[in-house]
Nanobody, 131 residues
Framework: QVRLVESGGGSVQAGGSLRLSCAAS???????????MAWFRQTPGKEREWVAL????????YYTDSVKGRFTISQDITRDTLYLQMNSLKPEDTAMYYC?????????????????????WGQGTQVTVSS
């Protein structure tokens, strides 16, 4: 069983920054270089929305359009920790943020950007941005 633990959420004013962290606890999973890591977010009454993803051990990253140029996903391989640096935050970024991991890839070798393809989830960390 893989356990993911997020931290770093909080309350900030619009224009501020936060950095979220997500640590994986299982050594076996750390060695799975095919896995994909991603951040999702969710607000009450809405579906979980994909935010960003990174291919494990690589530098390939993808972002949803609304966060491009403001958010940066990265990882520390030695610590198996995933990060999401969030700058120029807006009130519409307010949500519960979740990190997720998956060994699945598309037939073309790409990581998925949908929550149903991710097997392991953290407990979530709340981000609140006030105007």
């Amino acid at each position: 069983q893989v356990r993911l633990v997020e931290s770093g959420g909080g309350s900030v004013q619009a224009g501020g920054s936060l950095r979220l962290s997500c640590a994986a606890s299982t050594s076996t999973y750390r060695r799975d270089r095919r896995k994909c890591m991603a951040w999702f977010r969710q607000t009450p009454g809405k579906e979980r929305e994909w935010v960003a993803l990174i291919e494990h051990g690589g530098t390939t990253t993808y972002y949803t359009d609304s966060v491009k140029g403001r958010f940066t996903i990265s990882q520390d391989i030695t610590r198996d920790t995933l990060y999401l640096q969030m700058n120029s935050l807006k009130p519409e970024d307010t949500a519960m943020y979740y990190c997720a991991a998956s060994p699945d890839r598309s037939p073309g070798g790409y990581c998925y950007a949908v929550s149903s393809r991710y097997d392991y989830w953290g407990q979530g960390t709340q981000v609140t941005v006030s105007s």
